[in-house]
Nanobody, 120 residues
Framework: VQLQAYGGGLVQAGGSLRLSCAAFGMFFRINDMGWYRQAPGNQRELVAL???????EYENPVKGRFTISRDNAKNTVYLQMNSLKPEDTAVYYC???????????????WGHGTLVTVSS
């Protein structure tokens, strides 16, 4: 299983970006998908999660500004980021909990990071 992320870049404060992350390979099912971020000098932190049925969770710093969604037919998770702030600058990582076969417990898979830089 591989996760391929797209969409990072440089944006001015108040602007928007949309991240995408697609899962490739052979697997039975994807459970939760999510986005994490890691700013310089900080630990990786959760941004948002979306379950297979579409229910979502957000960390407080991004509530009301970011929207996570997924397309199960495309095995893809999205993160729409609006009203971006300089403190949102970080490397963003997608993650997915994947059942490779029906009978195996889900494993956590990570995409490569994509850099988001918000200038003031």
């Amino acid at each position: 299983v591989q996760l391929q992320a797209y969409g990072g870049g440089l944006v001015q404060a108040g602007g928007s970006l949309r991240l995408s992350c697609a899962a490739f390979g052979m697997f039975f099912r994807i459970n939760d998908m999510g986005w994490y971020r890691q700013a310089p000098g900080n630990q990786r932190e959760l941004v948002a999660l979306v379950s297979s049925d579409g229910s979502t969770e957000y960390e407080n710093p991004v509530k009301g500004r970011f929207t996570i969604s997924r397309d199960n037919a495309k095995n893809t998770v999205y993160l729409q980021m609006n009203s971006l702030k300089p403190e949102d600058t970080a490397v963003y990582y997608c993650a997915a909990d994947v059942k490779v076969t029906r009978y195996r417990v889900p494993g956590r898979y990570w995409g490569h990071g994509t850099l988001v830089t918000v200038s003031s």
